[in-house]
């Protein structure tokens, strides 16, 4: 009985240890992350980002849909007023991006696909106060977002 | 542990600077004043309700079962936070008490399946119908709460034998208790519900093991009293806590939980 | 102390002899300790080797989700659920969205269901890789985490295909999902399902007959059946003590009535048949998603959008949309009401009881954790067992404990 015991036991370790020494020759799973960046989905829930019109100007008819849904308190604020053709101008975007989980409800509800997730996650900085982003900070330029549009299969965006 | 403070406190902001609608948050004043907490355990901030000792919270009335769970559900539209009136439900909400005074109140429902079986055994529970899910709901009187909990367990037309959970509900003028329970042999399923008289019910611990930390639970969100629990102490919240969570009427006082604004 | 004391050889409840004279010993194990797969703290008391009294003090993670319901609407709410249990957040989002979706009679489409359905079980798929790594680690095997954290990488590359998130999905929506699935993911996942028996064959070989495993597991803390259902234990735990309970048979959600699967079951309740039971429901997942993949309603999106665009009207069936009836997630009010919904989660009945009042936020949110059960049983199960038995139990009934302190 002991035997047996003693005699499964190495047979089994040894079958462990020829199934871990397999490995050896197999190309590995890993990606050395800083020099082979990941390939991520086109939905990956990253940065936020606003696209504007491919004129470069606002897209973004402060609506607050996105702040309305966000689980976060206070983390999008919107000013906003409108000129005197009743076009809505927006004085001021934030988004604390230092507070945000990436639920990607904002970009679910936006009414005309103005707040997106970018596959930018490498977000870390120094300060809280630098994670605050600001309109010009989150707005992507005109070729960009139709460059965004294209890519993810958005309604190319007409005046 | 003040962490659902710092997760709550930027909500409300935001529901007054960003949010244009009213939202139905602020509840607070709506209140009476005499169902307010009494925040300290020295109870000397408590103005009319000089307790004692931290668990005797402000009674809520002593009530029967079935009235309260009416009164319960009646009272609820006229404390809501919106002013506007309430739409109609529009599925068949499966509550048996009505839903406004000035409606026809709807018929009583037929007694199910386990309030027949209770019935047949001395019991007096009050059917609830169904709830949307289709589980059998159940109103029992606290006094009888343990005995029809033990018989429904080891009746074999029941076997109710496995206690899925317990959940506390605030009604504003009420505590009750919903327990959801589990027959592993028949995979019937069967909600019983009962309301705290002055914040007490019996415990069922003895029924199930399981009870012993659903009741702590439930003590410690909403500050029901279960008598006859071994040790009836917190367990989700920290043992100096002050007030019971879950309660709707519940506002942190605790001075040493200062929101910290950044 | 004596030393000539005979301590016990096994962990079947030997009592040292009673000429040795010790004082009890309280050891304090955690809040944070590796093994206890979170933040919880055992207060044991020690009878030299043997474990006297265990006392599990949670709270820790008491990040009052039920409270937090209070002050959101539905879908603010709801992406905050993810972090009940985050380890198979999906069946969280099921439970909350099966509730409010008895509750308003919502429609769901088959393709969702079954999307729903191929999500939840690759999630399961990854809970128990997890346990099954981290178990491991525990009793102290270095390796097989690394295999087990491979597999389940793959696992959460599909889902970030599918969701863009690999933990957070916030994926189901009321009456649907947010969007379909890419083009050539169902041929993902069935790459997947080739692939993972082989590889769950190598853990089985590594792990299943390995002498210093068997010695650690085959007999320590059985967990008896009635004990088990009077302790509120259910998943993988209560099966392996023989009780055939799974909600999936027994009350048939989503669709699981339409697929073919066995209930693995353990006969003896030891910790040896909960990792059997689980390694053996992994391939019974396996089997569901297989089913689910083949018999999809519309089958891919490719092949699906190729019959929209060709007019055919029988691809624009409702129930081939992601969404049955789309409902304004900002203004959504839902009726009055209230349910109960219990899921088969990784760990057992994950339940979300809701009530609703009318107004756009819910009247009150109850979270029943499986693992807030099944952690109780720890006491009675530690009860005159050796102490370095603790890990092995403690890690054999699978407890998370976000989702023990919500």
Known sequence: ?159 | MSSENEIDKPQEQQSETVTPEPKAEEQQPIEPKEVKEPVSAEAGEAPEEAVAEKPAKPARKAVTPKASAEEGAAAEPSADGEAKPKAKPAAAAAKAAPAKKEEVPPPPPEPGRYAQLLMANGFKPVPLGNDAGGIEMIELNPSELREACQFLRDSDASRFDLLVSIAGVDWKTSLQAVYHLYSTATYQKLAIKATAVDDKLPSVESVWITADWHERETYDLFGIIFEGHHKLERILMPADWIGHPMRKDYKVEDPRLVWNER | MSTTANFPTTSQGVFLEKDIDTNDMVVNIGPQHPSTHGVLRLITTLDGELVKEIEPVIGYLHRSKEKMAESRSLFQYQPTIDRVEYLSSFFDHYAFVAALEKIADLHVPKRVQYIRMITMELNRITSHLLWFGTYLLDLGATSPMFYAFREREKILSLFEDLTGARMMYNYYRFGGVVADMPEGWLDKVRAFLDEAPKRFDEYEAIVSKNPIFLDRTMGIGIIQPEVAIQYGVTGPTLRASGVNLDQRKANPYCCYDEVEFDVPLGTKGDCYDRFVVRMQEMRESLKIIRQAVDNMPGGDTADLNKRRESGDETANDVELQTYGKKINLITYKPPKGEAMVTVESPRGFLGCYMITDGTPKAYRIKWRGASFSNLSILPELMRGRLFPDLMSIFGSIDVILPEVDR
């Not at chain 1, 089994?12 to 020759?25: P, S, Y």
């Not at chain 1, 990956?44 to 980002?49: E, M, Y």
């Not at chain 1, 809280?128 to 600001?134: G, H, P």
């Open chain 1, 1 to 159: 009985m002991t035997d047996n015991k003693v005699l499964s036991g190495i047979v089994e370790i040894g079958r462990g240890m020829a199934t871990v020494g397999k490995h050896l020759f197999r190309p590995p799973v890993t990606l050395e992350y800083p020099e082979v960046m990941p390939e991520l989905s086109k939905r990956f829930h990253g940065r936020l980002c606003l696209l504007t019109k491919s004129s470069g100007e606002d897209l973004c008819i402060g609506c607050q849909a996105c702040a309305r849904v966000c689980p976060c308190g206070d983390l999008i604020q919107i000013e906003m007023h409108r000129d005197d053709k009743k076009q809505p101008v927006i004085d001021r975007f934030t988004i604390d991006i230092g507070r945000c989980i990436f639920c990607g409800n904002c970009t679910e509800v936006c009414p005309v696909d103005c707040i997106k997730m970018l596959n930018d996650f490498e977000l870390a900085d120094y300060s809280r106060e630098a994670l605050v982003l600001d309109k010009s900070g989150l707005s992507l330029s005109g070729e960009e977002s139709d460059k965004y549009r294209k890519e993810h299969g958005l309604e190319p965006h007409v005046e």
